[in-house]
Structures are given as C-alpha cells and as structure tokens.
C-alpha cells in the first residue's frame, strides 16, 4: 500500500511566557501536496514548523499526524525530513559523516549521491565547522532529504544559497513532492511558488 | 506470538544500530576536540602528583587514601561528565539529534559514553594514584569491585542530572546544587568500601550490591523520564 502522510492542526497556540508567538492557527495537508508557512520575521514561522516536527508542544490546539489514516504516535522522527537555521550540525564531524548521522537506509552509496547531488563532493571529507554558511545549508538539506521521507519540513530552505544551490534545491522539491508531504516556512517569493496552499501568520495573528 | 518476538528482536537491533551510531559520534567528537577527557586527565595528574609531593613524608591513614582517591576521581569526572548533555544544547545540535534519534537511544548513547569515560578516568588515577602513595591495597579484587561499583552509580547519576540541567540557564551551578543530595550516598559508601578493602577487610557485598542497585534505579528511572526531560522546552 503506498503511504499516504496527512497533517491535521486544529487551532494551535504558542506561547514562551507571556508572550503570545501565534494563535489559531489550523490546515490540513497531505502527501502530494506543499504548503508553504509565511510571515514576517518573529511571526512564530520557524515555531511552528518545529512544532510539526515534534520538537515543540503547541500551547493549545491539536496537531494530529496521520500515515494511512492511523495517528502516529511513537518515533515520528523516521517519517521526518527537517532542516532549519536553528538545527547546527556537528562541527567536528566530516561532511559524509553528518551526511551518514542521518541516514537510516542500508545502501551507503545514496549518501554519496545526495553529496554530490547538492555540490559537496569535493567537501566530502572536511569537518563542517570549515564550511561556509551556504555549504553548510546544502548540508542540512541533504540531512532532511537523505532518507526520502514521507514529511519534509523546511524552515528558511533557500537561506544562503548561491543561484546554482538553489536550482537543485527546486529541482529537488519539484521531485519529492509528487509523493511526499512538503512544509516550507520562508519569506522568498520564489521558494512559495513551489507550493499549492499554505498560511500568512500575519494575516492570522491580526 | 511468533511475530510479537521477531518484531521485539527486530526493534532491538536497530536500537542497537542506533545506540552504535550515536557512541560513534560522540567519540570522534570528543577525540577530534579533545575537550573533556584532556581537561580530566590534567586535574587527575596534577591533584595526584600535588598529592602524593605534599604528603609523601607522613604515614596516611587508608580511609585518608580512600577519601583522597575518591575526591580525584570525582572531581576529574565531574569536568567533562555534565557537559554530554550541556554540549549538544550550547552548540545548537541538540535538534539535530533529536530529529534523528530516538531519545531512549540518546539516553542509553550518552550513559553508556559517560560510564566508559569514567571508567577510563579511573584506570588513569587509580593506579597513578596507588604508584606516587607507595599502597596497594591488600584486598585488590574489592578494591577494584569497589572502584566499579562507585563509578557505575557516579556515572549514572551525572548523565541523568547533565541531562535536567542541559535544559536550564545557569547550568553549572544547578548541577552542583542538585547532584550534592545524589551524590553523597554513593560518595560515602564508596569511600568506606575503598577504605575497608585497602585495610584489608572482608568484601562488603552487601553495600557493592547497593551501589550496583542505586545505579540500577535512577537508571530505569531515568529511561522512562528522560523523553519528557529531553523534549521539555
């Protein structure tokens, strides 16, 4: 049966103290779908997609995952691809190594791939801390891309790429998305192109 | 049945994988930057040496010996214990890991990491130690028995506290103040067992059992917590 991946969230809130970061906030997306997230900076953007990821608990609201109609409950994170800003790789492992942290298939030889898929062959074998930010994200996106799961969460994904990181990123996207669940939180017109619905925090949090 | 088992044994050796995986990268970290076990190692060798220089013309008492050994070994562990937890949140890496791992297997990775850096601790200072004072002691096989046990309980309790206070500002003094009301049974019993076992005395199974217990309680304790720990923002 092929998986089918489908996101509820039903009036979520967050709050850090008193603050309110966002509120009534609900969608529905499902495999074969992007949904992009919007919203000025400090709109709760990067928040929520952390929520999504079961890295945060909303304040209030629901957020149900679902594969095949059942909820799941226990190890959401095998059927997760995230990268975000916030999520710093390991420096002083090599850039195949951060790549190899990630990956949970058998056949090794798909690491290479995706490194040299997003220009990194010839980085292949230096610690991350000499990275620059923009190879760095090519990093991160290959961490979320490596196990071709089920939900993609990208938070900011285009942040610090040259025109050539890009292209394969969207080239990427274009792919995957055919099948899998996608979520991209960003502010770059071009990067919410890729994707069919999505939300405005601004508008919601007005 | 049949199939409950297989998918049991199933669950159990990708657990494993994953505990490996994550054992692995902790160590090239650590061996790349050398931060903690090299800072240990200073504050073991220089207590030892300042030790054995500044005493080496009295006659000290074994439980003086014993109390000496155990402040060493503590405080040399204590330099790079708490930072396993503290480490992954100060460099940001701690949504990477957890995106990518169970947090029983982050669990089960980091304890077991910090039971064999402080077993390595202790094979360093102990014999340095038992070298400069000029001892050995006369029950070696309780001596050693007794050194394991109070580093396997030392060992279990700074992974679950790092862990508590990875999470908190004022990391390290939180960790002082709430490892004292832990640490001070395990210190005790370990001391006088070290102290008893270089006099020679008969092995005290019944307070190595306890340390083995201690352990075996915050251990399981800490398992079945440690998810709500990790993931509390």
Redesign the interface.
């Known amino acids: 049966m092929h998986e089918r991946y489908l996101i509820e969230a039903s009036n979520l809130s967050r709050r850090f103290g008193k603050s309110r970061i966002f509120r009534g906030i609900s969608f529905s997306v499902e495999s074969g779908e992007c949904f992009f997230i919007t919203g000025p900076n400090g709109s709760g953007k990067s928040t929520l997609v ?1 929520i999504i ?5 909303p304040s209030e609201g629901k957020l149900a995952i679902k594969l095949n109609g059942k909820e799941i409950l226990e ?1 959401l ?1 095998s059927h ?1 691809g ?1 990268a ?1 800003p ?8 090599t850039v195949y ?1 951060n790549a190899s ?2 990956f ?1 298939g058998k056949d090794k030889s798909l690491i290479n791939h995706y490194i040299s898929l997003f220009g990194l062959g010839k980085h292949k074998d230096k ?1 991350a801390r000499i990275l620059s930010s923009g190879l760095r994200q090519r990093l991160r996106l290959i ?1 979320a891309m490596i196990n071709s799961p089920g939900i993609v969460l990208l938070d900011e994904p285009g942040s610090n790429l040259d025109v050539e990181g890009k292209d394969v990123l969207f080239r990427e996207i274009e792919k995957i998305k055919k099948e899998s669940l996608v979520i991209i939180a960003s502010n770059d017109p071009e990067e919410l192109k890729l994707c069919h619905k999505g939300i405005d925090l601004a508008k919601q949090n007005s | 049945m049949i199939r409950r088992s297989l998918n049991f044994v199933i669950r159990g050796l990708i657990l494993q994988n994953r505990i490996v ?1 994550l054992l692995k ?1 902790d160590f ?2 650590e061996f ?2 050398r931060a903690s076990i090299n800072i240990s190692l200073a504050f073991a060798g220089i207590t030892t040496l300042s030790v054995s220089l500044t005493s080496a013309t009295m006659n000290l008492p074994f439980r003086v010996h014993s109390i000496l050994i155990w402040v060493i070994i503590f405080f040399s562990a204590m330099n790079s214990l708490s930072h396993i937890f503290i480490r992954e949140e100060e ?3 701690s ?2 890991l ?5 947090a029983e297997e982050i669990y089960i990775a980091k304890l077991l990491f910090n039971f064999i850096l402080f077993i390595v601790i202790t094979v360093v200072v102990t014999p340095l130690y038992l070298f400069f004072m000029q001892i050995w002691p006369e029950n070696f096989i309780f001596f050693a028995s007794s050194v394991f046990c109070g580093s396997t309980a030392l060992s279990s309790i700074t992974t679950t506290l790092g862990a508590i206070v990875a999470k908190t500002s004022m990391r390290s003094s939180l960790f002082t103040v709430i490892s004292f009301p832990l640490t001070i049974p395990v210190l005790w019993i370990s001391i006088n067992l070290t102290a008893s076992s270089l006099e020679g005395g008969s092995v005290d199974l019944l307070n190595l059992l306890f340390l083995l217990a201690f352990s075996g309680v915050i251990v399981s304790f800490s398992y079945l917590l440690f998810k709500f720990i990790w ?1 509390e ?1």
């Open positions: 952390q990821a079961g890295l945060q608990k190890s994170w997760i995230f975000s916030a999520m710093n790789l390991y420096e002083r492992l190594e942290f990630a949970r610690e961490t | 995986k990268k090239y970290i790349r930057s460099e940001g890496t949504i990477f957890s995106i990518h791992s169970e993931m923002q």
